[in-house]
């Protein structure tokens, strides 16, 4: 496809990310919170990989597996904290869990 | 001879050291009288060992009198010193000349007799043998005092003496008034002490040295006006520790000590100090005019108040501590106008019958079981012949009769007066005489006299031997003591010449001045007359007089109210500061800056919580608009919206 | 290798004491007086090194952009605070083994010995970042026997402010040494003189200086000093006032002031001010206490403030009299908090209007008591006086007006150490009730008298310190003595 802008990659990250944002906004169940999560990393990638195809540097693919293993980790460790939750309370309504203010 | 030389001063100056160190090691493990020997004894040695150096320095030529030795000697490997910071050296150095000799003969002498005296004092003393090891230090640090070789050791000994008189004012420890006056004692010496090191300090500066030898070597190469601050400073030890104007407040109360301690300390030796110190520095005052001139008119005021305050004082043993700051202004006066001899003169015949007169009090107080107000005496002369035999001797020698001792001593004083051209020194120093000559007589005849006794309750009358055998040879020398000088033989200035060189040894020493002396006696027989007129014979004009100047006469008995003034004027104030700092300033000021900056580290901590609400949705939010602020940051005001178009 | 022996003999007896059951309180009680006493002697083989040399040991530590290395040393300027502390913690240690609860007495020794180890460290270190490091160190065993084993809420209340305090400190002293270090790109800064533009070592020196001040305490740094000293159980406070207190005036001497000379000259004004204000303030609020110890952490106050006015006065006596004040003060600062530990373990007040009289039954810990106090108010003979005097022989020369506002304090100190040594010894007997016997024991007696000596011996020769100590100062090129000569 070496006739795709780089503008239309960004266009596509922008409006991934925007979904990402809204979803972690608005809804209230985290495993949804984590998806949303999700698509803002892969928002990120996109940009990585769009970028480093442009300027020829591989540093910018070279992020992008970083960034997977790190997503991947993280959402291990958060389906974990969500089965917890789920265990002690057999509830996942982030609103709810506010136990740790101030 | 070397070796002699190097090793009597040392144990003359140890002696009585180890005495001391001995009590205290010995403890309770030795019989009281043990300590009281031990104390004795080497008190005694010391005086011996003074007597002989003393006649080996009398017998070199007056040009080789001084001897200066340095510990270690020269021939050591290692130099030691006191301190030795380049360039500043301080050696251990002991000068040993004539008027230390006549110190130290008086120091280990009378010291010795007063150390007799209160093996039978304090027999009843629940502190038996810290009494001895206190004494034993006091003379160990008068002896440094005054065989110092430099200014150094001459202020460890003066700060020495300050600390054994603290304790021995103290002695009775349980009773507030003797801790009270033993605090005020110590730090009016240490105000002495600050004098004395400013003094110190200021001659370090301009000479480089504290050693006499440089100091008075070199006098002259400082200004008059270097030498008179420095004169200055050393005044305010002298007054400090002479108990002279304005500094004096602490003698009287020192009278809370026993009473061997006051005829020692409070009266024979430490409190000349201050006479001793001036004549040391001689070199100085003799180029410090106007410092000299202080020096003088300070002794002479304080000559005057001092006898002043004494004539309307009831506390026998008060009455001795005005007379004593009285004599001891003389003493003052005298160095302050250059008659060194003519001071160092009175000095020795006052530690003899100063000394008597505080012993012989004391025995009438023992035996009156610890009574000292004169109004409660009376008709004693009868019940205590032994007791009123010695006081009169004492008095007439301390009121300048012929021939007894003080006569000779205060005539020499006034006759140099004249000599130097000083009328008006002259006149108050006359009529000072006048008025301890009354003073004195008037102790006299209330206590011995003025009809039957009147305390409550009955004299006993033990006689010790250890207590009388002190007073009467003290009487004898309080007696012949002023025949040193005699008309055209003055042994004294023979004595000190070795000293003063021809300052200070003035022609008149030795020579009658018919005016001055006719003076002085016809002074002494007035004050003598007017005591007994109003004491034995018109008692009832004596209270008219007494109710007519009732205000003068309250003045007086308060001592010019000068305590209440210092009170008001130090005390309160410094205390006042003290106390408030301690319990407001420092907790909520000094303190309370950093507690307040403790409480807006935790208020600002607490208002910062309120944003932590928990919700994990809301801090998403928070993460948005941050980014999207950060954003604009970039766009708009980095790049001036040039990646919008904008521009 | 003998340097490092020193400085860790203490923590690896401190070590061993771990591995003995807490209940064998016999054992605990030989074995770390035994390693305390071993790391005082081992120290006293310093001595032989006379004015010239040095006992020195480098390793490499960190290379890099910033390097470090591990460089200790003892010289003649260490020599004395080595000393100080090894007598010190050893008089302490043995001083502990009344402390109250025996089967805690494991950890209250562990904790001292462990603070002997930071303090040597912290006055052997060559290098500044090894410096800083025992710096921060210092405060946990601290804070720990505060915390834990002084048992009152008061004394957790001292403990926290005491951390906070001196972390505070320690930390704008960071923010120095980072300064510092950010131009030499290296923490082995002793000999060297850096090129830092005027305002720089303005700011750096002024940094330096704030740690140190808080440490020491100057006023008005000293609010952490009240509550800890009075808190403190006898033995932790004798080492805090004792040889801690000194930490900061050695860093001066050993680091800010060859570092910045011409900044310490910029400050100087200022840092008089503020020692006058030191020992005025200290005086006059030990008059006004009437808690036995805090009245002696006033007059400490008072007293290192004359140490400040020695150091900024820059004339050569009086800092080399500097270093002997310090000494002295170690000394006489020990002994005094242990004498009033040992009164307040038997009256159980501080109070002193509450007790009095107390030379009536006990003589030996009157006549102990009397030559501590006496050696606080300078009585010449005393190593008190030896340190005042000549510093202040020194002072005048150059600041005579400051010379003179202290002498007041001369006279001060001795109105409250008659308070002190009056009130509770003399006077008509006050004992509350209950009080056991007041009289000093064997043990008691035995550990002060070494202090006691010493005080006694740089009293009559304060001449034989001088010379052991005279390249500390005028060996450091270019200190002080290259400042004083452009100051005259």
């Known amino acids: 496809m070496p006739g795709v802008p780089l503008a239309d990659y960004l266009a596509v990250a922008s409006a991934l990310f925007a979904v990402g944002v809204i979803g972690f906004l608005l809804r209230r169940n985290p495993i949804t919170m984590l998806m949303a999560i999700e698509l803002m990393w892969n928002a990120g990638n996109l940009a990585f990989a769009a970028f480093a195809r442009t300027f020829v540097d591989f540093s910018g693919q070279i992020f992008v597996f970083i960034v997977v293993t790190v997503a991947a980790a993280e959402a291990a460790i958060a389906l974990a904290i969500v089965v917890m939750v789920f265990r002690r309370r057999r509830d996942v309504d982030v609103d709810e869990i506010s136990e740790l203010r101030g | ?647 | 290798m003998l340097i490092n022996t020193v400085i860790f003999l203490p923590l690896v007896t401190a070590l061993v004491l771990l591995c003995v059951p807490r209940t064998a309180s016999g054992a605990l009680k030989a074995i770390a007086l035994a390693g305390a006493v071993a790391t005082f002697v081992l120290s006293l083989t310093f001595m032989s090194l006379g004015v010239s040399t040095v006992a020195d040991f480098t390793a490499p530590w960190i290379a890099g952009p910033w390097s470090a290395a591990y460089h200790v040393r003892v010289d003649a300027l260490r020599l004395f605070f080595v000393l100080l502390t090894t007598l010190v913690s050893a008089v302490c240690v043995w001083a502990a083994f009344s402390y109250a609860q025996a089967t805690r007495l494991r950890g209250f020794l562990f904790l001292l010995l462990t603070f002997e180890t930071t303090l040597l460290g912290l006055f052997t270190a060559a290098d500044l970042l090894l410096f800083y490091i025992y710096w921060d160190l210092m405060l946990i065993p601290v804070f720990l026997i505060l915390s834990g084993y002084a048992g009152s809420d008061d004394a957790r209340k001292a403990a926290w402010g005491y951390l906070i305090y001196n972390g505070a400190g320690g930390l704008v002293l960071l923010l120095g040494i980072i300064g510092l270090v950010n131009q030499t790109h290296t923490f082995e800064v002793s000999g060297l003189v850096p090129n830092l533009s005027g305002a720089l070592s303005w700011w750096l020196f002024g940094a330096f200086a704030f740690a140190f001040a808080v440490k020491t305490p100057a006023f008005p740094f000293h609010s952490w000093m009240p509550a800890t000293y009075t808190q403190s159980p006898p033995p932790l406070v004798a080492m805090v006032s004792g040889v801690q207190s000194k930490a900061g005036l050695f860093g001066l001497l050993a680091f800010a002031l060859p570092l910045f000379p011409d900044a310490a000259h910029v400050w100087a004004p200022l840092l008089l001010v503020m020692a006058i204000a030191s020992i005025l303030y200290g005086a006059l609020a030990a008059i006004g206490a009437r808690d036995m110890k805090l009245l002696v952490a006033y007059s400490s106050l008072s007293h290192l403030g004359l140490v400040w006015l020695a150091f900024f006065a820059f004339s050569i006596t009086s800092v080399s009299a500097g270093i002997l004040m310090l000494i002295s003060h170690g000394l006489i600062a020990a002994a005094l908090f242990l004498l009033l530990g040992f009164i307040e373990e038997r009256v159980g007040t501080r109070d002193l209007g509450a007790v009095g009289g107390l030379s009536q039954h006990a003589p030996r810990l009157a006549a102990y008591m009397l030559v501590a106090a006496m050696a606080a108010l300078g009585l010449p003979g005393l190593s008190g006086f030896a340190g005042e005097f000549l510093i202040l022989i020194g002072t005048w020369q150059t600041q005579p007006l400051y010379t003179s506002l202290a002498l007041i304090a001369v006279v001060l100190a001795c109105v409250y150490m008659l308070v002190l040594f009056q009130s509770l010894m003399h006077g008509p007997e006050r004992l509350p009730r209950g009080a056991g016997p007041i009289e000093l024991r064997p043990r008691e007696m035995w550990l002060v008298a070494p202090l006691l000596a010493a005080i006694v011996f740089l009293g009559v020769w304060p001449g034989w310190l001088n010379d052991r100590t005279p390249n500390a100062v005028t060996a450091q090129p270019p200190a002080v003595s290259t400042t004083v000569g452009r100051h005259a």
């Open chain 2, 1 to 647: 001879m070397e070796g002699f030389v190097a090793t009597v001063p040392f144990t003359i100056l140890f002696l009585p050291f180890f005495g001391m160190v001995l009590i205290a090691l010995a403890g309770p493990y030795v019989p009281r009288l043990g300590a009281a020997i031990v104390g004795n004894l080497s008190v005694l040695g010391s005086f011996v060992l003074t007597a002989v150096l003393a006649s080996y320095v009398w017998s070199l030529p007056p040009d080789q009198q001084v001897l200066t030795l340095k510990y270690p000697p020269a021939w050591a490997t290692h130099p030691a010193y006191w301190a030795h910071i380049p360039p500043l050296t301080i050696s251990f150095e002991l000068r040993i000349d004539p008027l230390a000799l006549m110190w130290m003969l008086i120091i280990t002498g009378v010291g010795f007799l007063i150390h007799l005296y209160s093996i039978g004092y304090m027999q009843e003393s629940k502190w038996y043998r810290t009494f001895f090891a206190y004494m034993n230090l006091f003379v160990f640090a008068m002896l440094m005092l005054v065989m110092a070789g430099n200014f150094l050791w001459l202020l460890v000994g003066w700060a020495g003496v300050g600390l054994a008189s603290y304790l021995l004012i103290g002695f009775d420890a349980d009773r507030m008034a003797a801790v009270l006056a033993a605090r005020k004692a110590l730090i009016m010496n240490v105000i002495g002490d600050v004098g004395i090191m400013v003094a110190i300090f200021l001659m370090y500066a301009h000479f480089g040295s504290l050693s006499y030898k440089v100091v008075f070597a070199n006098v002259t190469s400082a200004g008059t006006s270097a030498l008179d601050w420095i004169g200055i400073w050393l005044l305010v030890g002298a007054v400090a520790k002479s108990a002279q104007l304005p500094l004096h407040t602490w003698l009287p109360d020192a009278m809370e000590g026993p009473t061997p301690v006051s005829a020692l300390i409070h009266a024979a030796t430490m409190v000349t100090a201050g006479v001793y110190l001036i004549a040391r520095a001689h070199p100085i005052y003799d180029h410090a005019p106007a410092a000299a001139m202080t020096v003088a008119v300070i002794g002479c005021a304080s000559a005057f108040v001092a006898a002043t305050i004494g004539m309307a004082q009831y506390d026998i043993k008060r009455v001795l501590a005005y007379s004593t700051m009285s004599q001891i202004g003389y003493m003052i006066l005298a160095v302050g106008v250059g008659a060194y001899a003519a001071g160092t003169f009175h000095f020795v015949t006052h530690a003899f019958f100063k000394a008597l007169l505080f012993m012989a009090a004391g025995i009438i107080i023992h035996n009156l079981g610890g009574e000292q107000d004169i109004r409660k005496m009376g008709g004693l002369a009868k019940r205590m012949p032994f007791a009123f035999l010695t006081f009169l001797i004492g008095t007439l020698a301390i009121s300048g009769f012929f021939p007894f001792a003080g006569f000779f001593s205060k005539d020499a004083i006034l006759d140099e007066l004249q000599l130097l051209g000083h009328p008006w020194l002259w006149a108050f120093g006359s009529i000072t005489a006048l008025l301890t000559a009354y003073y004195m007589f008037r102790l006299v005849f209330m206590t011995f006299f003025t009809g039957a006794y009147r305390g409550d309750h009955e004299p006993h009358a033990d006689r010790s031997p250890t207590m009388e055998v002190p007073v009467a040879i003290l009487a004898v020398l309080a007696t012949i003591g002023g025949w040193l000088v005699l008309p055209g033989h003055d042994e004294m200035s023979r004595l000190l010449q070795g000293a003063f060189g021809d300052r200070g040894i003035l022609p008149t020493m030795g020579e009658i001045n018919w005016f001055v002396t006719g003076v002085t006696t016809f002074s002494a027989a007035a004050g003598l007359v007017i005591a007994w007129w109003l004491y034995e014979r018109a008692p009832q004009l004596r209270r008219r007089l007494a109710t007519m100047f009732a205000p003068v006469q309250r003045v007086l008995a308060n001592a010019y109210y000068i305590d209440t003034i210092y009170h008001w004027l130090f005390e309160v104030p410094t205390l006042t500061a003290a106390s408030d700092i301690a319990k407001y300033v420092d907790p909520e000021g000094v303190g309370g800056v950093i507690a307040g900056v403790a409480r807006t580290t935790t208020g600002l901590g607490d208002a910062m919580r309120g944003w932590e609400t928990g919700y994990l949705r809301r801090y998403g939010l928070g993460m948005v608009v941050g980014m999207v602020l950060v954003l604009a940051y970039y766009i708009f005001v980095v790049h001036g919206g040039a990646a919008v178009g904008m521009r």
